[in-house]
């Protein structure tokens, strides 16, 4: 019988007790110590090797695995950098050439807009006018629960958390604020109605100027098509 160690252990624990309530008892134990012993070595030992078997197999198994993993990633880390290189090589030629593709037998290289929100640039914060900043105003929990309980049961602030809150808002950091600096920029220019024209309120771009801030070209990159 194939037993667990489970089993095993449980039927060593139970004739340990046994043999224990005997020597309480005054009786021989001789017998019981012996079939105690037998069935020790011999069901025990197999067990434990088969256990021990076990574990070092899959120790090996997952050392092997662990070393795959990363063998595999450094391998994709590579053909990662290999595409990245190759696709810059062909944009440059593509943009040097200002052709949006270049055409094989079977394949076309496309130079094609990225998609997604234009990259923000704040390159001089002390510019932006304050439409454009916001401050960071950290109020304590505890305060938080006041107003709002306040506000729930009466309606109004006590005059201790507005000088609170106050406070905090004039000292609190002052930081640009990204949504409405984005907002700006891409608001049509009242003066050409976004017309790309001469225009010197909004420089020919058709939208807002945001001093200090500006959105970055989208750019390009290579897209591979099938003929």
Same mark, same amino acid.
């Given at each position: 019988?194939?037993?667990?160690?489970?089993?095993?252990?449980?039927?060593?624990?139970?004739? $340990?007790? =046994?043999?224990?309530?005997?020597?309480?008892?005054?009786?021989?134990?001789?017998?019981?110590?012996?079939?105690?012993?037998?069935?020790?070595?011999?069901?025990?030992?197999?067990?434990?090797?088969?256990?021990?078997?076990?574990?070092? @197999?899959?120790?090996?198994?997952?050392?092997? =695995?662990?070393?795959?993993?990363?063998?595999?990633? =450094?391998?994709?880390?590579?053909?990662?950098?290999?595409?990245?290189?190759?696709?810059?090589?062909?944009?440059?030629?593509?943009?040097?050439?200002?052709?949006?593709?270049?055409?094989?037998? =079977?394949?076309?290289?496309?130079?094609?807009?990225?998609?997604?929100?234009?990259?923000?640039?704040?390159?001089?914060? $002390?510019?932006?006018?304050?439409?454009?900043?916001?401050?960071?105003?950290?109020?304590?929990?505890?305060?938080?629960? $006041?107003?709002?309980?306040?506000?729930?049961?009466?309606?109004?602030? @006590? @005059?201790?958390? $507005?000088?609170?809150?106050?406070?905090?808002?004039?000292?609190?950091?002052?930081? @640009?604020?990204?949504?409405?600096?984005?907002?700006?920029?891409?608001?049509?220019?009242?003066?050409?109605?976004?017309?790309?024209?001469?225009?010197?309120?909004?420089?020919?771009?058709?939208?807002?100027?945001?001093?200090?801030?500006?959105?970055?070209?989208?750019?390009?990159?290579?897209?591979?098509?099938?003929?």
């Amino acid at each position: 019988m194939n037993l667990t160690l489970h089993q095993i252990d449980t039927t060593i624990e139970m004739l $340990s007790d =046994a043999i224990s309530d005997m020597k309480q008892k005054g009786e021989d134990t001789k017998e019981a110590e012996r079939a105690l012993a037998e069935y020790t070595v011999e069901h025990l030992p197999k067990k434990v090797d088969a256990i021990a078997g076990n574990l070092r @197999s899959w120790k090996a198994d997952h050392t092997k =695995a662990v070393n795959e993993i990363e063998r595999m990633q =450094a391998v994709a880390k590579d053909l990662d950098e290999r595409i990245t290189r190759l696709k810059g090589i062909a944009k440059e030629v593509m943009e040097t050439r200002e052709v949006n593709k270049l055409n094989g037998f =079977a394949s076309t290289l496309r130079l094609q807009g990225n998609g997604g929100p234009q990259e923000l640039e704040v390159y001089d914060a $002390s510019l932006l006018p304050n439409r454009c900043l916001a401050r960071m105003l950290v109020v304590p929990e505890e305060t938080c629960q $006041s107003i709002i309980n306040q506000y729930t049961e009466k309606g109004y602030m @006590s @005059s201790r958390d $507005s000088m609170l809150i106050a406070s905090g808002i004039a000292h609190c950091q002052i930081v @640009s604020n990204e949504n409405a600096i984005r907002k700006e920029l891409n608001t049509v220019c009242e003066a050409c109605n976004g017309k790309i024209v001469e225009c010197s309120a909004c420089g020919s771009t058709g939208r807002h100027l945001v001093p200090g801030a500006r959105l970055k070209p989208r750019g390009n990159h290579v897209r591979v098509e099938n003929r």
